[in-house]
């Protein structure tokens, strides 16, 4: 039985406080935000409050990473427009420049009650919320004991640094840049952060949120991405688990499509303000989309609806490979490397059947190979990819489909006809699907539905991860020289949520690894993460735990030692893409992660870890030879903040770049993200469907749990990052959970009754809102909201830590659960 989480809620604290531009005049403890109005504006010649301006983005979490421009007046944030907003209208569709109301609510952001404004200490337990200001001095010196502690007895690598997504965004205050974790990680990007963890030796505990797709996209399958402004080319859009209309605005290009002809179809449980502008809702069950893919892909097949050229030429159908899954090469019939690029050194490359010329070739030589059949190679027995992967996903039918995906062969049918022949077509999977344990199989069976039908790598067809490729502005070439230490240690990455395992067994791919002190930037894995109650048990178990955090978080809540960080409106830095321009001065006693890292270091004894100027860096970083040349360079860059004559476009559509030079449905090598002790099966290597770890229709759980739970992202909520803005707060109003009016009936729930969403794992306490507009054994909650958003509880509380072995995904909404009526009082 799960225990009551008791708090000041956001509800009780509102009930007392308006919510208002003027509540931010006060604090909820000591050490956040107060914003005085009582200094004496500084005025111009003509008698006028003197304004400057400032060029940044913002770190809305949502991917859009949007342009903004900020007004200044008598030194405080006053303003934020997206900077797209001052553009040609073709430019607002794209994917980098759009904007929201978030981003428009930035200064309420920066002037936020709950900022952390001064070092804290907590008194109590973790958890408890008992605070005192401490100063700078006695906050580094506290984390330099503990980390040399730390480090005497068990290495550098008992110190765990906890990244995400959150604020950090720069080469100066970033997080580092990294996916792979096997086994050793040096990121690439991010001095004071990469510096330090190279110099101890730390673990960096790597994020888990969205990782499918981006492990899949950059790693393993290598996804072409197409721009985002191409979206207006296709002529069928098949958008799975995605709400561009309140979440990631720069794919609202489908709508500009949709009024060019284009047929929409949207894939997801809920009747969403997205699939109310498509011509075609399919209302899938939770955790299923990989089997209505499939099915689709063997209709294809089974109707001749295939792109035979492509599928024969552009993709890796007609590679030959061994029993073992591995690729036959032509070093294994002792032939010659063939040269692919000119200019480049040969290539042992794969091996196709020539059927025309009754010989085996280069995949990059042979025009129209033999797609199907067993072959024998000098005594080595091949078939072609094709043959396997058509035998392997033939019991994934229509009729099968319909079944477990509670959706009518028929439509599975007319969707598959759709994307096959009216053509281009493009694939706009957003996250809604991926966070079960089984999605990451999907990334494979997209990439076939593509080689089937031919839709990949061409204007309108494509399928697109993670938006556009187009820029407002970007530089040449950058030096990230500096990020890298010389006589570096190995740097060891695991993704965050295997803490529970690593301090049940302190041992890591059968080595020693303790963990004695986590330090969490630039995220909020007890609010945003996955098990949220199995974390806060591990949180409690760790000697040490500091967060460095511009907000009071559900993570910093249940740490020791709280650090003021700047927000990029207060500091000067670089992304890959443009400068980001200090705005304001830094509220309180607000430090750079730059500035903090480098203070620990200097309490460490190895105060040369950062020999620079934080000017001095961003010079190196941008004052490359290429940058100067292009006009660039940091004198223009940190002047202009955008560097360029308008919207700089990348072209449309991306080529294939994995060695190949084919699209990848099949996996000949499988590479773990984690490193983790795992034998993969045959059906591993290829497009595949299995259900979920507990979000499945036969599972024995759902006697007692027959509801599955899905999350949504809001226009007004991005992760935990908006929490406490008062205009957002005001048009979102308080967390609720969707549900269908069958399923409340039978409940004798109605719109506006508290409730209690629960299952073995933890419950959440809420609103309801009844409709129509969802099916009926699915549930939607809230994705971004905090402990004290809740009446009671938390959504995160719902799920567990459930990794899948090869991408280690955040499968936050793999879980069962039920609905009631709240009668109040303790669990």
Known sequence: MTTSEKKLTRRSFLATTALTAGAMASAGMAGCSSVSTDEAPELSETGEAEETYAINFCRGNCGGTCPQKAIVREGKLVK??????????????????????????????????????????????????????????????????????????????????????????????????????????????????????????????????????????????????????????????????????????????????????????????????????????????????????????????????????????????????????????????????????????????????????????SSFAVKDPELEGTFDANGISVRTVYSLVKEGIKQFTVDFAAAECDVPAEQIEEVARLYATNKPSTLAPGYGYEHYKNSWHMYKTLMLLASLTGNVGKPGASIIQFGATSSISRYAATNTEDSV???????????????????????????????????????????????????????????????????????????????????????????????????????????????????????????????????????????????????????????????????QFAAGVSPETNPTGRTQFFLSYLLTRDAVDWQPREVDHYPWYEPAHEAYQDNPLRETYPLYGVSSHHHYWAHSLFKGIPWLDELRGEPTVLVHEDTAAQRGIETGDTVRVFNDHGYVVLKAIVTQGIRPDTLMLPHGPEGDDFIDGHTQALSSVVLDEMTSNNNFNDFVCEIEKYQGGAE
């Open 485 to 647: 230490v010389e006589g570096a240690l190995p740097v060891s990455g695991i993704t965050g949520e295997y803490l529970p395992q690593l301090l049940e067994t302190e041992t890591w791919n059968n080595e020693a690894h303790p963990i004695r002190c986590i330090y969490v930037l630039t995220a909020d894995p007890l609010s945003n993460g996955l098990g949220r109650s199995e974390l806060i048990e591990a949180f409690k178990k760790v000697k040490f735990v500091v967060t460095a955090d511009s907000f009071m978080t559900d993570t910093a809540r249940y740490s020791d030692l709280v650090l003021p960080v700047a927000l990029s409106w207060e500091t000067d830095d670089s992304s890959a893409s443009m400068f980001t321009q200090k705005a304001v001065e830094p509220l309180g006693e607000c430090r750079q992660d730059i500035d903090i890292f480098r203070a620990i270091a200097g309490a460490m004894d190895f105060a040369d870890l950062y020999p620079k100027t934080n000017e001095e860096y961003l010079r190196s970083y941008l004052d490359t030879e290429e940058n100067l040349a292009a006009g660039c360079g940091y004198d223009v860059a940190s002047e202009q903040g955008i560097v360029g004559d308008g919207p």
């Open 80 to 361: 934020c427009t997206p900077v797209a907003a001052e553009l040609d209208r073709d430019y607002r569709i794209s994917q980098s420049g759009v904007g929201c109301v978030k981003g428009r609510a930035t200064p309420q952001r920066v002037y936020a009650t709950h900022r952390v404004t001064h070092p804290m200490r907590q008194t109590g337990e973790r958890g408890s919320d008992n605070w005192e200001q401490i100063s700078w001095d006695e906050a580094i010196s506290l984390i330099a004991e503990n980390f040399q502690a730390a480090i005497d007895e068990c290495g550098g690598s008992s110190i765990a640094f906890w990244k995400g997504f959150g604020n950090g965004n720069g080469y100066l205050n970033g997080a580092g840049s990294s996916m792979m974790c096997n086994p050793y990680i040096v990121p690439s990007t991010s001095i004071g952060f990469s510096r330090f963890i190279q110099k101890i030796g730390a673990t960096v505990f790597e994020a888990s949120s969205d990782f499918a797709a981006m492990y899949s996209t950059f790693i393993t399958l290598n996804i072409p991405i197409n721009g985002n402004e191409d979206l207006v080319n296709a002529k069928t859009i098949l958008s799975i688990g995605l709400n561009p209309a309140d979440t990631a605005r720069g794919d609202w290009p489908i709508v500009e499509a949709r009024r060019k002809g284009a047929t929409v179809v949207t894939m997801d449980p809920v009747f969403s303000k997205s699939a109310a502008h498509s011509d075609i809702w399919v209302p899938v069950r939770p955790g299923t989309d990989g089997a209505m893919l499939l099915a689709m892909c063997n209709y294809i097949i089974d109707n001749d609806l295939v792109d035979y050229d492509y599928l024969r030429n552009g993709s890796v159908a007609p590679l030959l490979i061994k029993d073992d899954l591995s690729y036959l090469k032509l070093s294994d019939l002792g032939l010659d490397p063939v040269v692919v690029t000119e200019g480049e050194d040969p290539v042992d490359t794969e091996v196709v059947w020539d059927a025309a010329a009754q010989s085996f070739g």
